[in-house]
């Protein structure tokens, strides 16, 4: 295996598995990977700086407030300059510290700093992993886009058994290179994905849009780029993070969607997630349209252009596989299978938006429409529903 031309920044936290990471760093280098180290002081207290910059031939970074180091390199710029941070060990005070986003020491500050994704790798004591306080903060990171390796199960230092024992450093090696997109069924793809709501202004203060989160855009985004792609996220105003590991265009109007969509082609693969709104205010008040005690405004509208059919048009810049979705409140397989035919594209993810909670909710029921017919989902997690499309693309363009 290759990767290089790949940078990890290695973080090693506090416990008796922090040798392990000596074996991942030649494991890395092995295969050509630069590796920039960050020890903790728990870390400090089970490897020394010495060993790991023996087997990394870089320096070792410890001390947040070194100002040599900020001369050299400042460490929001040391978070930046890496593909992808890994913690191993992660200790369960340091996932304590990143759930709660405290940065009191370079480990931490560089994790609260970094663009990019993170993979952590917990080792620790069976009844710390399965204390309530380690597993609420593991799902939060998860939540927030964060990988992780769990534990194996076995016989511990401590002389307990059970999960908690420190993955083997193969089996970290290939969560890495996977993350890094090398080996990923989707390597070297490039996927384009529309997610959230536009906002259509109707004067310097108000606006048209819908109840749309971006949650399904963004999870299936984030859900590409663990299979490898390289993923351009152009996302319409929406309050949740935007997931680590894509390149994300920040949009308002679809007039800038579609400039932004225009701009990331070509792609492998194109995935129109967004509810982009159907129509714009056709001459956009310069200042606050006030009350004047007689009847309310007129508001003129004109149609957005339609970007899913933009995209599923035939020529060179088609990807060869365009994914749509279509928000029904009835009707679902007629309306979105008619969708399908007019627009153009290959496939259609047809749901339910009639039902409460679903636009804005956190799980979504669908049905796949494609030339075959159509195949029912059952009500998933939208990450789930993301994993699950994203598996079936990989089969379609790897
Ligand atoms: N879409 C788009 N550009 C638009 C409108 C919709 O790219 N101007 C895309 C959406 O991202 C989605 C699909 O088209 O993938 C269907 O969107 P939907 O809102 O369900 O359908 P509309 O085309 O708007 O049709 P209608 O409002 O009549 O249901």
Redesign the pocket.
Same mark, same amino acid.
Request: neutral net charge.
């Given at each position: 295996m290759s990767l290089a031309g790949k940078r990890v920044l290695l973080i090693i936290s506090g416990g008796i598995a922090a040798y392990k990471a000596l074996e991942l760093i030649r494991l890395l280098t092995k295969a050509d990977c630069g590796v920039t180290c960050v020890l903790t002081k728990a870390g400090a207290q089970f490897v020394t700086p010495l060993s790991l910059q023996a087997l990394s031939g870089a320096k070792i970074y410890t001390d947040l407030f070194s100002l040599t180091d900020e001369s050299e390199m400042g460490h929001i710029e040391l978070s930046r300059a890496a593909d992808l941070v890994v913690v191993v060990p992660a200790s369960a005070d340091i996932l304590a510290k990143m759930a709660a986003g405290l940065a009191d020491d370079l480990a931490t500050t560089l994790l609260l700093a970094t663009d990019k994704q993170v993979l952590v790798v917990p080792a620790m004591n069976v009844r710390m992993w399965e204390h309530a306080a380690t597993q609420a903060n593991l799902a939060t990171l998860t939540k927030r886009g964060v990988a992780i390796v769990p534990p194996d199960e076995g016989p511990m230092a401590c002389g307990e058994f059970g999960p908690g024992r420190l993955a083997e450093p193969p089996v970290i090696l290939a969560a890495i290179a996977r993350m890094l997109g090398a080996g990923g069924p989707l390597a070297a793809k490039h996927a384009l994905v529309?997610s959230g709501p536009t906002h259509e202004p109707i004067d310097p203060v108000r606006y048209l849009g819908n109840r749309s989160s971006g949650k399904q855009g963004h999870a299936i985004a984030a859900a590409l780029a663990a299979l490898g792609a390289k993923v351009t996220l152009v996302s319409g105003p929406v309050s949740i993070p935007d997931p680590l590991g894509v390149s994300v265009v920040h949009v308002e109007t679809?007039l800038e969607?579609l400039a932004a969509v225009q701009e990331a082609l070509p792609a492998d693969v194109a995935v &129109?997630?967004?509810?982009? @709104?159907?129509w714009r205010v056709e001459t956009l008040a310069a200042h606050k349209i006030k009350k004047t005690g007689s009847a309310p405004p007129a508001l003129t509208l004109t149609e957005?252009?339609?970007?899913?059919? +933009? +995209?599923s048009m035939p020529g060179p810049r088609r990807p060869k596989l365009v994914v749509?979705? @279509?928000?029904?409140t009835e009707n679902l397989y007629i309306?979105a299978a008619a %969708?399908r035919q007019r %627009?153009g &594209?290959d496939w259609?993810i047809a749901n339910n938006v009639g039902g409460t909670g679903i636009m804005g909710g956190d799980s979504n029921e669908v049905t796949l429409i494609n030339h075959a017919g159509e195949e029912i989902w059952p009500i998933m997690d939208k990450h789930e529903v993301a994993q699950k499309l994203a598996a079936l693309i990989a089969q379609e363009v790897a």
């Open positions: 529309t679809a969607m &129109c997630a967004a509810a982009v @709104a159907d957005n252009p339609d970007i899913l059919r +933009i +995209i749509g979705f @279509a928000a029904e309306h %969708k %627009k &594209c259609i």
